[in-house]
Structure formats: structure tokens, C-alpha cells
């Protein structure tokens, strides 16, 4: 997308967030470069849509993509919260999962989307 694209979504009214400058998989790099990956980011995008940034998507989003240095990061950064990946939205697991910086987000798989569409 460019950033025309960007501005010109945010103006609608999409809320637009950060995924990270590169799209580093945050716990394979070090604190500096997680802090780097978020800030950098979240500066880009205010740039572009001349908005607070609020939320922020992990890439790849799992469980083990991310970590407390993470979240402590994002907090600092100035983020609302965050978006998490997860297999599944059951009761459950939305519940378990309601933490700020771990917003649950669903990734379907075939078998979810069969799952879903037969019920």
C-alpha cells in the first residue's frame, strides 16, 4: 500500500496500526531492535496519517512471536494494545485471552473455514 493509500483509508475512518517497521519476528531480535521495529513504526505511520497510532499487530502473532519485553515495549511506546494470533475464538479462549496486548485475532485455517461454514 502507499502511503497516499494509507491517508487516504485513515480519512475514512479506518483505524490504521502498526505492524512493525520490517515485519521482524520480535522474539528472534533483541530488545533494541524490538524497540526499534515498534517506535519506528508507530512514527511512520502518525507521519503518514497525522493520527496517534494505537494498536499494534505482532507479526506472525503467535504465542511464541512475542514476549513480556515485547509488551513492555508497546507500552512504553505509547500503544493501547496489541493483536495476537490465534487458531480459534472459542468462548474460552477469548476470555483466557482478553489481556490489552494479546488481543485474540483469528488466522483461519481449511479446517476452521470448513468448521465454520458447516455449522
Request: a positive charge.
Amino acid at each position: 500500500m502507499t502511503s497516499f493509500n494509507v491517508r487516504k483509508l485513515s480519512n475514512l475512518g479506518v483505524e490504521v496500526g502498526s505492524h512493525g517497521r520490517t515485519h521482524q519476528i520480535l522474539t528472534r531480535i533483541s530488545e533494541a531492535e524490538q524497540e526499534y521495529e515498534i517506535k519506528q513504526s508507530k512514527r511512520e505511520i502518525e507521519g503518514i496519517t497525522q493520527k496517534e497510532c494505537k494498536y499494534f499487530s505482532y507479526p506472525n502473532g503467535w504465542i511464541t512471536d512475542y514476549n513480556q519485553s515485547t509488551i513492555k515495549i508497546l507500552k512504553i511506546a505509547g500503544y493501547h494494545g496489541a493483536f495476537a494470533a490465534r487458531v480459534s475464538l472459542s468462548e474460552s479462549e477469548v476470555t483466557a485471552s482478553s489481556k490489552v496486548y494479546e488481543i485474540p485475532r483469528w488466522c483461519p485455517s481449511k479446517e476452521s473455514i470448513r468448521d465454520l461454514l458447516n455449522s
